[in-house]
């Protein structure tokens, strides 16, 4: 059985920080690209940060550079997303996804709320 399964959501003040995982499993994890996206109310699903199969290149959205940080460990099936310096604009439903050729897979989200 295909699964992503994210957690590590949560209600964080303003400047401080969570880390979200994201367990795979039912296909073969290191061969898949890795990323995190996030939806806010009434908006699109955007991209947060990517990740290549082997770790060594990675991509982020301008919003979060220098605050968010995405890793992965393909011995644990499992990405992370370190995120600090959290502003209430973060707040947002966020989403494991994976990527090889035509296969596209969601993990259900976390939600992640920034507020005093």
């Known amino acids: 059985q295909v699964q992503l399964v994210e957690s590590g959501g949560g209600l964080v003040q303003p400047g401080g920080s969570l880390r979200l995982s994201c367990i795979a499993s039912?296909?073969?994890?290191?061969?898949?690209?890795m990323a995190w996206y996030r939806q806010a109310p009434g908006k699109q699903r955007e991209l947060v940060a990517s990740?290549?199969?082997?770790?060594?290149?990675?991509n982020y959205a301008d919003s979060v550079k220098g605050r968010f940080t995405i890793s992965r460990d393909n011995g644990k099936n499992t990405v992370y997303l370190q995120m600090n310096s959290l502003k209430p604009e973060d707040t947002a439903v966020y989403y494991c996804?994976?990527?090889?050729?035509?296969?596209?897979?969601w993990g259900q989200g976390t939600q992640v709320t920034v507020s005093s």
């Open positions: 039912g296909f073969t994890f290191s061969a898949y690209r």
């Open positions: 990740i290549a199969v082997t770790g060594g290149l990675t």
């Open positions: 996804n994976a990527l090889f050729m035509a296969r596209n897979l």
